[in-house]
């Protein structure tokens, strides 16, 4: 009697890509190096900087523009702000362990402007893209107040809103506005006619069309413009903290320059560089999650 032997079940592990007989990893293994190697390769920038950064300032470089290091805090300086401003026991001053406070604080001000800012700039951008006479109503209108800076809005909104969150809230939502409208009309502007044609085919009625054919075809357009626009919120909270508000990460970096504090200062510029890094992840995190993952966005 003949044993027959079983081979073991073979992985597909690898393929090989078409034309180059290179082997791709396949699989949620292979994903995961993927995005391990794609993460690494952002390490080695940072780590330079870090070091151009610390002899810059011991050895007093001076920079194009007037820009002199020797003024800077070194990053072991910084980083002793940043443990003290997060959990206390260093410098114990007003400062120390007040962090979440601050960021909480802001947090909801960028929140609060950008997405009203999301929930007008995208129903107007898709109306503005998609009929010519709206666009045409509107547009000379979004031309002519988009170029104004928010800085310009800053002393206007605080004689008519006065001063507190509100003034923030609005200055938020005018930098977020403009870019989350101008890519959602661009985008629906790029809708392939041939869907359009095929929805009207079908009998699909106009609103129809708009909520099941333009906007998800113009999806990674307003992705797009929702990030720029997220980006410019925490750009501009810095502008609308200055002035009347005593809690928040832009009161603090005002009010370490009034008392020549560098060391506050810088630790305050990373702390938002951070928050908006992480709101950007989270929001592209929840977007994929709400689309199922179609692959729209990086």
Not at 91 to 120: E, K, M, P
Not at 213 to 222: L, M, Q
């Amino acid at each position: 009697m003949t044993q027959t032997t079983l081979d073991p079940p073979v992985t597909p592990a690898a393929v090989p890509t078409a034309g180059t007989g290179e082997l791709k990893p396949q699989g949620m293994a292979g994903r995961t190096m993927s995005k391990a190697r794609i993460a690494a390769i952002g390490i080695p920038l940072p780590i330079v900087l870090g070091f151009l950064w610390h002899f810059g300032v011991t050895m007093q470089w001076e920079l194009p523009f007037g820009i002199r290091m020797s003024y800077l805090p070194t990053p072991f300086e910084t980083a002793e702000r940043l443990w003290d401003l997060a959990f206390g026991g260093i410098f114990n001053d007003t400062f120390s362990g007040a962090l979440w406070i601050h960021l909480w604080a802001s947090t909801q001000r960028v929140l609060y402007g950008f997405l009203l800012a999301a929930a007008f700039a995208i129903p107007l951008g898709v109306l503005m893209g998609r009929f010519k006479l709206i666009n045409r109503i509107a547009d000379p209108t979004v031309n002519l107040i988009r170029p104004i800076p928010v800085t310009a809005w800053a002393p206007l909104s605080l004689l008519i809103i006065g001063f507190g969150d509100q003034a923030t809230i609005f200055l938020i939502f005018l930098a977020a506005f403009f870019p989350i409208l101008l890519n959602t009309i661009t985008a629906v502007m790029h809708v392939s006619p041939r869907l359009l044609e095929a929805a009207a085919m079908l009998g699909i009625s106009r609103l129809g069309t708009l909520l099941k054919v333009v906007v998800p075809a113009s999806a990674p357009g307003i992705l797009g413009g929702l990030r720029i626009g997220l980006g410019l919120s925490w750009v501009i909270l810095v502008v609308g903290e200055t002035v009347g508000i005593n809690i928040g990460l832009g009161s603090v970096i005002s009010q370490a320059r009034d008392t020549s504090r560098t060391d506050l200062i810088v630790s305050g510029m990373i702390i938002i560089g951070l928050a908006g890094f992480l709101s950007d992840r989270i929001m592209v995190g929840l977007i994929k999650l709400g689309l199922r993952g179609r692959p729209l966005i990086r």
